[in-house]
Structures are given as structure tokens and as C-alpha cells.
Nanobody, 124 residues
Framework: QVLLVESGGGLVQAGGSLRLSCSVSGRTYSGYSIGWFRQAPGKEREFVAAINWSGGLTYYINSVKGRFTISRDNAKSMVYLQTNSLKPEDTAVYYC?????????????????WGQGTQVTVSS
């Protein structure tokens, strides 16, 4: 079982930035891609970004391209989501998840293990 714990969420004004962190522990997660998802109140959980095991490949949804950056440090077992130029519509609970398979995986079903989420609130 891979255990994931998110942190770094908070309240920020529009245009601000937050760095979300995902700590990965448990059995080796070698080979796993990590995805970030988000879920706003009353909406479905949506894929945001993913990074492959080596960190050499990344993938983003169009609405966050140029504003969000996903990265990982396998030596520290950490994955990060740098969020810049935040907008009120980015408000959601953000989750990280681990999954295997072809890259990129953008569906919830493709990910086996999930964190508990961290709240990001962007005020206008």
C-alpha cells in the first residue's frame, strides 16, 4: 500500500500562489506516476496534472497550463504542485494519487492510492 499525504493548501487572494506537497510513503512506489486531482463543492473530481516516475514527463489540463507546475523529488519521496496566478475557479480540495500504467492517466479509476486532500481557497 502506498500512503499519500497532501499539505500546503490554504486561503489566498486571486493572483497568488501556493505550493502543494504530496508525501509518499509505505511500500516502494517505484514506477508509479503521481496525479493531482481537485474537487470543488458540488462538482466531480477532476484531473489536474500528472508526472511520471522519472519526472521526465508531465501532463496538464488546459485550464492550468502555464500556471501550475508539477514536479517530484524521488529521493525525498515528495511530489509538488506549484500553483501560480490562482483564480477563484481553482478553489477546491486537491488530492494526489498514485497509479501505474501508460502515461498519462487522467481518470480516477487509473489511480490506486489516494491522499486525504488539502483545501485550496482563492478569494476574488
Amino acid at each position: 500500500q502506498v500512503l499519500l499525504v497532501e499539505s500546503g493548501g490554504g486561503l489566498v487572494q486571486a493572483g497568488g500562489s501556493l505550493r502543494l506537497s504530496c508525501s509518499v510513503s509505505g511500500r516502494t512506489y517505484s514506477g508509479y506516476s503521481i496525479g493531482w486531482f481537485r474537487q470543488a463543492p458540488g462538482k466531480e473530481r477532476e484531473f489536474v496534472a500528472a508526472i511520471n516516475w522519472s519526472g521526465g514527463l508531465t501532463y496538464y489540463i488546459n485550464s492550468v497550463k502555464g500556471r501550475f507546475t508539477i514536479s517530484r523529488d524521488n529521493a525525498k519521496s515528495m511530489v509538488y504542485l506549484q500553483t501560480n496566478s490562482l483564480k477563484p475557479e481553482d478553489t477546491a480540495v486537491y488530492y494526489c494519487a498514485a497509479g501505474l500504467g501508460a502515461f498519462p492517466q487522467t481518470t480516477r479509476a487509473a489511480y490506486d492510492c489516494w491522499g486525504q486532500g488539502t483545501q485550496v481557497t482563492v478569494s476574488s
